[in-house]
Every structure is written in C-alpha cells, then in structure tokens.
C-alpha cells in the first residue's frame, strides 16, 4: 500500500472502519477506488470475510489483479469488471437501469 495514499485517506478510512466495526468478517463492496489500496486495507483488517472490489478502468483492474497475486490475498479480496451500466455481483443479480 502507498502510505501517501493511505495518508490522504484517513479520514474517509477511519469513518469507513466506524461505519463498519465490527469489520471483521463482512463482506464489503468498494466501488472504483482507482488507487486499489482501500481493498488492501481493509483486508488487512481482518481475519475472515471478503472483500470485493469493482473497477472501470481495464488498465487499473489488470494492476489490482497483479498485485493481489503478489500479495496473496485471493482468498479474502477478488477485483471484478464493473460495466458502466451494470455490476456485475458475484451472484449476478446485479441489474442495469
């Protein structure tokens, strides 16, 4: 994670960890972070749970996906193709409008 990042956000992170607590095995969607550090984050946050991750951007997703390989954090974050008009969820209920 790029702590100057992670550092821009610590106000937005520490409102989501209070929205959230107990963090520990939820499963939360994050939408287009572009950064992809706010995933990361959160999985280090805890013990069991998922974490899914949408992204627009080709390039970004191809990134995320890479360093989450090199992380090896496939079991707990998984990064998805977001359409512009539809998510695609993991069940796929996601639904155009």
Known sequence: MDPAEIACLSL???????????????????????????PFWLADRQTHGRIT????SDELL???RKTLKEKSLG?????REAGKTRIALPDDTGRSH
């Open 12 to 38: 937005i992170l520490g409102q989501m960890r209070t929205d959230l607590e107990p963090l520990d095995g939820r499963h939360v969607l994050v939408l287009c972070t572009a950064c992809r550090d706010i």
């Open 53 to 56: 991750s949408l992204e627009l």
């Open 62 to 64: 191809d990134s995320s």
């Open 75 to 79: 079991h707990c974050v998984e990064f």
